[in-house]
């Protein structure tokens, strides 16, 4: 059985810091990309970014990449979200998605994603 798991969402004030944790099992993890979403009350799901966990290729929302940082362990079957100088509008479930193959071109496309975890919630305060 395919599962995410998310973790590391906490309570943090602006300027704070957070890394976000999605614990994959149940598939071969080198075969699969895996994409962080958020959502904030009342807004549509949006893209954080991506990582192709083959070649460690990444993609990110354009007015993120500044403070955010997607990587992967592949001993632990684990990726990873780090985010810096976290803001007020930062605030949402952040969720993780795995999707079958390699590659980003499509990152941003929830559709895209096969596997999505249950999100962890991060609230920065001002």
């Known amino acids: 059985e395919v599962q995410l798991l998310e973790s590391g969402g906490a309570l943090v004030q602006a300027g704070g810091s957070l890394r976000l944790t999605c614990a994959a099992s149940g598939f071969t993890f080198d075969e699969y990309t895996i994409g962080w979403f958020r959502q904030a009350p009342g807004r549509e799901r949006e893209a954080v970014s991506c990582?192709?966990?083959?070649?460690?290729?990444?993609a990110y929302q354009d007015s993120l990449k500044d403070r955010f940082t997607i990587t992967v362990d592949r001993a632990r079957d684990t990726a990873y979200l780090q985010i810096n100088n976290l803001k007020p509008e930062d605030t949402a479930i952040y969720y993780c998605a795995a999707t079958y193959g390699v590659g980003c071109k499509f990152y941003s496309t929830p559709s895209y994603y096969n596997y999505w975890g249950q999100g962890t919630q991060v609230t920065v305060s001002s």
């Open positions: 990582i192709s966990t083959g070649d460690d290729s990444t």
